[in-house]
């Protein structure tokens, strides 16, 4: 398994949290989606579609966009309700034709691309005036001393680990700076908010094993001594209580 590489992690994706109805409701206020009736989202790097099928939900079209094919193919299942169409992209190539979208969203996946290649693409797929979001959902891990047990026994097994992702306040890159530096975007806004997911012990257990930057680091070797010493930590529990930190920058198409 190679770092980025979630072809044998899709069918585990489905173990992991959504993203809080809050912030997703304030960033359809600010991008303004009620006012155009032919809004369009462009979902790139949906993976297995958790972001997209909350966007489908609240009646907004969609156009998702992911490189994986087993991801892919994951979402394609999760949304076959709802009237999407998926394609084969990434966030430096869409495939989407130009000034199509009012907006695009990358919901645990910006850290993934080169900012140069995709925020110049995201311009070019953009109407006039329509923005980008990088959204997070870490863990909360500063406000439960359970979620910090947990990051201490991995960092006993693997002392120099580098997290890859994401919007958390220990890892996160500067995004706003990011955003702003290649000139194609102007006026960041950032929203926080909090968000609970009650599990059960599968579920927990299974939303650790979509990992990748942390098992691609760690071995396989490794990776079962971390998996084993959680199902040892949660084994008396019965549902599990998982705070996260909703944490989303936008910002709007330089014109």
Request: aromatic content about 10%; hydrophobic content about 35%.
């Amino acid at each position: 398994m190679k770092r980025g590489d979630f072809t044998k992690l899709a069918k585990a994706y489905v173990n992991r949290p959504a993203y809080g109805d809050l912030i997703v409701s304030a960033l359809l206020k600010y991008v303004e989606y009620d006012r155009k009736s032919d809004f369009k989202v462009a979902d790139v790097g949906a993976g297995t579609g958790k972001f997209t099928k909350m966007l489908l939900e609240k009646g907004l079209k969609v156009l998702s966009v992911e490189p994986n094919d087993a991801m892919r193919s994951e979402g394609i299942k999760d949304t076959k309700e709802f009237d999407v169409k998926w394609s084969k992209g990434s966030g430096g190539k869409t495939g989407l034709e130009k000034n199509s979208v009012d907006w695009v969203t990358m919901a645990s996946s910006f850290h993934w691309t080169n900012p140069n290649e995709s925020l110049s693409e995201f311009h070019r797929i953009l109407k006039p005036g329509g923005y980008f979001t990088a959204i997070w959902n870490p863990k909360n891990i500063e406000k439960s001393e359970f979620n910090l047990k947990i990051e201490k026994i991995i960092y006993e097994i693997l002392p120099n680990i580098q997290r890859v992702s994401s919007g958390s306040r220990m890892h996160a890159k500067n995004w706003e700076d990011i955003l702003i530096s290649t000139k194609y975007f102007k006026d960041v806004i950032f929203m926080e908010c909090d968000h609970e997911e009650i599990m059960s012990k599968e579920r927990y257990l299974g939303a650790w094993n979509s990992v990748n930057d942390i098992r691609v680091q760690a071995g396989e070797n490794n990776w079962e001594k971390i998996i084993k010493a959680i199902g040892e930590e949660i084994k008396n529990l019965e549902k599990i209580c998982v705070p996260y930190k909703m944490r989303a920058w936008t910002a709007q198409r330089i014109d």
